[in-house]
Every structure is written in C-alpha cells, then in structure tokens.
C-alpha cells in the first residue's frame, strides 16, 4: 500500500536507456504474416476482424479516402494491442502517456486538414462560417470553429489518455484494497475481489472500445476533408 500510485506510468528504463521504443514496436510480433495456401485459425481470425472493421469503418469514404485504410487498420491494431498488453501484470502501456496519444494523433489530424485543404479548398473554409451567420457575429463564430478545430487532437489525446489512466488507477486501488482487507474481513475481500475481476474485465473491453473510438474519429475527419 506504501507503493506511489503512479509508478506503473514511469517510463521503464535499463541502464538509462529508456525502453518505449522496444515496448512500442513489441505487439507488431503479435500479428504474423502467413505465406501459407490455407492460414491458420488464429491468422484467420484476425483477417475476418480486420475485413470486418475496414468494411464498417471505410464504407462512407470516397476513393481518396480509402487510400488510408492500410494506416487505419494499422492504427486500430496498435492501439488495441498495445491496451490489452498494458493490462498484464508488471506491464507499461504507452498510451497512458499524453505525449505519445498526441504523436499519433496530431500528425494523423493535420494530414487530414491539409488533405481537405488541397482538395476541398472551398468547402474546408466554409467550415469556418456557417451559412447564414448574421454580420456580427462573423468575427467571433470564425475564432469559435478555428479553436475547435485545432482542438480536435487535443480531444483525441486526452480521452485515450483518461480512458486507459483511470482503467489503470482503479484496478491499482481496488487490488490494494483486496489485499489490505484480506486479514480483516474475508467476506468483504472477496466482494471487492469480484470487482476486481469484474473491473478487468471491462478494462479489456474499455482497451478495444477506446482504440476503435480513436481510429473512427481520425476516419470521420478525414471524410470530412475528402
């Protein structure tokens, strides 16, 4: 219990070299390229996700927006697995990190709006004023939608990072609990020992849910510009 309650977000380092980077590029191993006729059923599973959610997510772009869906479906699968290995015992889940959630979602954002830009000039600015909009309030309504659309990454950052945080926080503080209530009351540890399992297993829910959320949102800017 005397355990700082952030120490499993510190940055895991070995003889003062960060590893981020190792951890990072680890859950790309975790999907294996099959040269074989006839894939396995694990191989097999992972392309009937993937086809499914590229179906579902890239169904309302046009043709300039469906060259992005190899980036997307990468994006879904990093996020994803790297949530759901930040969930094992004595792990370090990047995304906990606001640094890098802005990393991926800035340059995704501006690729983006400059998309929009190049090919939907016109369209892309009127954004900045709806039609309509009496004289006076022109000024004001152009520095209102420019503040919300250089927020949008922003918004995509913090509520990956709040998300798998507070996910993290209450499976530490709940756990912490169980044991300390072990030699007090057995019945009262075992209650908030199902809710540990219970947390868990939302948390492993709440890991796809945020990474899917994520991808859909850098989709629907996207179709917005294209």
Known sequence: MNENLFASFITPMILGLPLVTLIVLFPSLLF???NRLINNRLIS???WMLQLVSKQMMSIHNAKGQTWTLM???LILFIGSTNLLGLLPHSF??????SMNLGMAIPLWAGAVITGFRNKTKASLAHFLPQGTPTP???MLVIIETISLFIQPMALAVRLTANITAGHLLIHLIGGATLAL???STTTALITFIVLILLTILEFAV???????FTLLV???LHDNT
Do not use: R
């Open 93 to 98: 889940t990047p995304t906990t990190q606001l």
């Open 182 to 184: 072990m030699n007090i």
């Open 72 to 74: 997307l479906m990468s």
């Open 137 to 139: 309030l022109i000024p």
């Open 207 to 213: 890991a796809m849910i945020q990474a899917y959320v």
């Open 219 to 221: 989709s629907l800017y």
């Open 32 to 34: 294996p390229t099959s």
């Open 45 to 47: 599973l992972q392309q």
